[in-house]
């Protein structure tokens, strides 16, 4: 049992280089996320999505954009990377539509922006 | 509105011993509270969640957690600690809808 997956693990790019990290889930989730998780700050809402072709902004979107064309996948694009986007990026998803759902994350992508 | 606030960002503990990780919530809504952990470079776990049922919540690995409304905490506290328990360890709330707020991060040290 697959869950969430995530691709790369890992990543270094260049200022102003763009890239699409890879998120799927083989849970049938309707509602899929995107974080960040920066050192002692928690992690950080990016976007989110609650079902094929519904995306909405999260806590910080600034940067970034995302996709939903199927339930299984919710890529997230950074167009110009800076170096403010150096973290450790995690997609999760969830089912139903209760506050009472816990989400399951996938492992991470580590990405440094240089 | 709601927000988490774990009270200890380190917790050393030698294995053997009881482990407490404190948090303190707020939220406007009857939140359902959760606990994960996350091992190094590996996505974060859910250990046990509190959805306004019995206020003592079980979660593996020997972990429990106690809602008090009273003093708005959720701490979690395993009686024996293990090796493979350092980790790190994360309070979150959830109030309407699916929007979650997580805390800081608790880094839990074992000691041989």
């Known amino acids: 049992n697959a869950g969430v997956t995530q691709t790369p693990k890992f990543r270094i790019l260049k200022i102003g280089q763009s890239m699409t990290l890879q998120c799927t889930q083989d849970m049938n989730h309707n509602y899929m996320y995107w974080y960040r998780q920066d050192p002692g700050m928690g992690l950080k809402l990016i976007y989110y999505s609650v079902g094929a072709g519904i995306t909405d902004k999260g806590e910080v979107p600034n940067g970034y954009n995302v996709s939903r064309s199927t339930t299984e996948d919710f890529p997230l694009r950074l167009e110009l990377a800076a170096p403010s986007q150096t973290s450790v990026y995690f997609c999760?998803?969830?089912?139903?539509?209760?506050?009472?759902?816990?989400?399951?994350f996938g492992d991470g992508t580590r990405l440094s922006i240089l | 509105a709601q927000s988490v606030t774990q009270l200890d960002s380190h917790v050393s503990v030698s294995e053997g011993t009881p482990v407490l990780l404190r948090c303190n919530y707020s939220?406007?809504?009857?939140?359902?509270l959760f606990w994960y952990v996350q091992h190094p470079n590996k996505g974060l776990q859910l250990l046990l969640k509190?959805?306004?049922?019995?206020?003592l919540v079980k979660g593996i690995n020997g972990f429990e957690a106690e809602f008090k409304k009273s003093e708005t905490s959720f701490h979690l506290t395993k009686p024996s600690a293990h090796m493979s328990d350092a980790a790190e360890y994360f309070c979150v709330v959830s109030g309407m809808g699916y929007k979650l707020s997580f805390g800081a991060g608790t880094t839990v040290t074992v000691r041989a």
């Open positions: 999760a998803s969830s089912s139903g539509t209760g506050s009472n759902q816990p989400q399951h």
């Open positions: 509190y959805t306004s049922a019995a206020t």
């Open positions: 939220s406007s809504y009857s939140p359902s």
